[in-house]
């Protein structure tokens, strides 16, 4: 490998670099990581005075299950609600600067401006996670939670976070406005957690059920495993070995698709949309399409 | 250094650029005169390959825009009409991130930076935040940042619109500087005598197409087909005008003032030549013998109304 390729290979994006000098450097970054943790801390008290009043001597099983999964679902609800909100004005607001030409004339690649805004907003959302370790890792403190499931339910977290940055930097490079690729990013949010749900419940009982009359539906409808919040559940619920079963007609939580779970499932299609999804963005961000199509040749 | 040829841009039945061919050799400052929406930031946007052209090519230095924009980007230091600033940024990191961008890090980065301040003369306001800047010294700081990675050819779309009489001045100072350093700039004004004054050569488009160019000189000639000399004199202008009188060539006499008289005529440089020695030989008392140059206003007023294509 030459020098100049070595240089080239570990060249850290320049957008990630000045996006993590200046959003780290402001009140804002302080601001956030405070309140995140303040907000998490104050759940964990209510949940841990809520476990101890009823428990006395060593917790049991379920006092366990329901710290952690409700800690869980505290850190999960507020990185639903901030990773869209990091990155759905991301490329509209260059535009609404009107840095975004003079970015775009220079060398730099459009898939790094897409990534260098992904993942610095990304980086925050991180930082958020690792700076509530310590609230956390309360949980220890019961046992029974290993820092296999930690990492498991971590990891998960950030696919999540990937999954609705993405999405915000896809409508915030296709609409021109930051408040309208604010909205729709929610709205597609409030798809996947709530749509996919009544989607799914409906057709089940509309559609499925009629088929079912001397029996039960055991099997799990489909755009179940689109809802990153039933894919938490699943992945909770698989750490534990809890049964689970079946929630309702149509969704339970512990049948194997093959020998995939339903979060195993969720994380590939996560992963799937936001690969589509920057790469949708990457290609509208670039504004001379010929050869894309084609129509530059000779 | 920048070759346009055939070049097209429509939004589905407006044809912005219309068969626009242009060729501007190395180390020249151009400029681009239009009136709004003749086509002037469409044609800009596309050399920076920050538009898709429907049909034609760009070359600059011999690079297509469209096979090699990397490449060409490289070439390239572009100054939009509108432009934002990242006002989060102080001068010297703005400068440092666009560096950072072209590969040029460390002392290489800082040196470069320091040196494009002390061009555009914003050296003491290195560690302001971009966002105090007045509007002009932003301007400044927009051509700086153009250069940091020292391109050839400068594309630069209205770099004094907005600007007071003082930083107009300054910009131009700085145009020509760079023009001594053998940039090839390209430049759109809407202030014509300020781009008669800096330019090597211009050109006129109208709807889309470039419908004159040249030096203004040359402009002025295809216009006008004559030139003017003015000549002053410390006393017998009659007898000068008896004088200019013989010369066919001559097609206008026109006195201005007591001493002086304006000559529009149809010839070159040696005709000029002659007729000041005939001057002299008849012992008129010759002051002052000059050609006017033409006022690019009045030019571009009579072009952009004909709209005729120069052939």
């Known amino acids: 490998m030459s020098a100049n390729t070595q240089k080239r290979y570990f060249r850290i994006n320049p957008v990630l670099l000045k996006e993590l000098k200046v ?3 402001s009140w804002k970054a302080a601001i956030l990581i405070g309140t995140y943790n303040f907000v998490l801390l104050l759940l964990t008290i209510f949940i841990m005075k809520l476990t101890m009043n009823n428990d006395i001597g060593a917790p049991t099983q379920a006092t366990i299950f329901g710290t952690y999964a409700f800690l869980v679902a505290a850190q999960f609800g507020l990185i639903t609600l901030i990773a869209p909100a990091l990155t759905a004005g991301a490329i509209s607001g260059e535009r609404e600067k009107q840095t975004l030409d003079i970015l775009l004339s220079t060398t730099l690649n459009h898939r790094s401006i897409i990534t260098g805004k992904l993942f610095s907003s990304l980086s925050q959302i991180i ?26 339910v971590y990891l998960f977290f950030i696919l999540i976070a990937v999954t609705l940055g993405s999405i915000g930097i896809f409508f915030s490079t296709f609409i021109k406005k930051s408040t309208a690729a604010n909205v729709l990013t929610y709205a597609v949010v409030v798809f996947l957690y709530l749509g ?17 009359t001397n029996s039960q539906y055991e099997g799990t409808f489909w755009v179940f495993n689109l809802n990153p919040a039933v894919a938490l559940i699943s992945l909770v619920m698989d750490q534990f070995q809890e049964g689970g079963g079946r929630v309702f007609q149509g969704l339970t939580l512990t049948v194997q698709q093959g020998k995939l779970h339903l979060w195993h499932i969720n994380a590939i299609f996560n992963a799937g949309l936001s690969v589509v999804l920057l790469f949708l963005s990457a290609l509208k961000l670039n504004p001379v399409k010929r050869k894309w199509l084609g129509r530059g040749k000779k | 250094m920048l070759r346009i040829e055939n070049l097209c841009k429509s939004y589905g039945k407006f044809r912005a650029v219309n068969d626009l061919n242009l060729h501007i050799p190395k180390g020249e400052i151009f400029g681009f005169v239009g009136p709004n ?28 825009v469209i ?3 990397k490449e060409l980007k490289r070439k390239i230091g572009y100054m939009p009409d509108f432009f934002g600033v990242y006002d989060d940024l102080k001068v ?30 914003l050296t003491d306001k290195k560690d302001f935040y971009v966002d105090s800047l007045s509007r002009g010294m932003k301007q400044r700081l927009c051509l700086a940042r153009s250069l940091v990675h020292n391109p050839e050819l400068l594309i630069l779309d209205e770099p004094a619109s907005g600007m007071d009489p003082r930083a107009r001045i300054e910009m131009k100072e700085i145009l020509r500087t760079l ?17 008669a004054e800096l330019c090597t050569a211009i050109g006129i488009i109208e709807k889309g197409r470039v419908v004159m160019s040249g030096t203004v000189d040359e402009i002025t000639r295809k216009v006008y087909h004559t030139q003017t000399i003015r000549i ?21 006499i026109n006195p201005v003032g007591d001493n002086e008289v304006e000559a529009s005529f149809n010839g070159d440089e040696v005709f000029m030549n002659a007729l000041l020695v005939r001057l002299i030989q008849n012992n008129i008392p010759v002051t002052a013998f000059n050609q006017l140059d033409g006022n690019l206003e009045d030019i571009f007023m009579k072009v952009t109304a004909t709209g005729e294509v120069e052939q």
């Open chain 1, 196 to 212: 996919t749900i009544l989607i799914s419940v409906f057709y089940v009982q509309l559609v499925i059920m009629p088929n079912y």
């Open chain 2, 232 to 252: 002053k004199v410390i006393d017998r202008l009659e007898e000068a005008i008896r004088v200019l009188q013989e010369y066919p060539d001559i097609d206008g």
């Open chain 2, 67 to 69: 096979d090699r924009p």
């Open chain 2, 37 to 64: 929406g003749a086509g002037k930031t469409t044609t800009m946007r596309i050399i920076c390959g920050l538009l898709d052209a429907t049909s034609g090519k760009v070359y600059a230095d011999g690079i297509d």
């Open chain 2, 179 to 195: 023009k001594s350093m053998g940039k090839t700039i390209l430049v759109s004004s809407h202030i014509l005598p300020e781009l």
């Open chain 1, 127 to 152: 930082l958020l996670l690792v700076s509530s370790i310590p609230v956390f890792s309360i949980i220890f403190l019961y046992g029974g939670i290993g820092l296999v499931q930690l990492l498991q």
């Open chain 1, 23 to 25: 959003r780290m450097r």
């Open chain 2, 92 to 121: 010297m990191e703005y400068l440092e991130f666009y560096a950072s961008i072209y590969n040029i890090k460390g002392a290489d980065s800082r040196k470069i930076c320091q040196d494009l301040l002390e061009l555009v003369d």
